[in-house]
């Protein structure tokens, strides 16, 4: 997955999850720290997966990310989760994260990464994915 074609205009589906960056989540230097925005993602990617396992899921990798612009406390952060693939046990699910300045309409892409997670059983073991 590449980071360095994004596309013009973000998915055209709901967000899973849109918030506002607050002064708590910032660098020193005020820019909205970088784990911030990836826990926000996982988070996503984690609605997404759960769903279609139908269960409880864990991440167990990320991949490709690369931050292109910043994130400035007000801005609306929205991330768009898509399943990509489906393994016995695990799914990919990429993310991308889009910003929109707190005044302005204009949207643009902050950063995507694909997450992959497995389904677990009550046990906290791998179990099968359901058929969709």
């Known amino acids: 997955m590449s980071n360095r074609l994004p596309p013009a205009e973000p998915p055209q589906h709901a967000p899973v999850i849109r918030i506002t960056a607050m002064p708590s989540d ?3 230097a005020g820019d909205i720290f ?4 990836m826990g926000i993602m996982d988070m996503a990617a984690a609605s997404a997966a759960t769903r279609r396992a139908r269960g409880r899921c864990a991440t167990v990798a990320v991949e490709g990310m690369s931050f292109l612009s910043p994130v400035r406390v007000g801005d609306e952060v929205s991330c768009y989760a898509e399943i990509v693939s489906v393994g016995r046990t695990s799914m990919k699910v990429k993310v991308e994260a889009w910003r929109r300045e707190r ?10 990464a694909e997450f992959t997670f497995v389904a677990l059983d009550q046990t906290g073991r791998p179990r099968p994915v359901p058929a969709a």
């Open 26 to 28: 910032t660098n020193p």
């Open 34 to 37: 970088g784990g911030w925005l």
């Open 103 to 112: 005044e302005g309409e204009h949207m643009n892409r902050v950063t995507a």
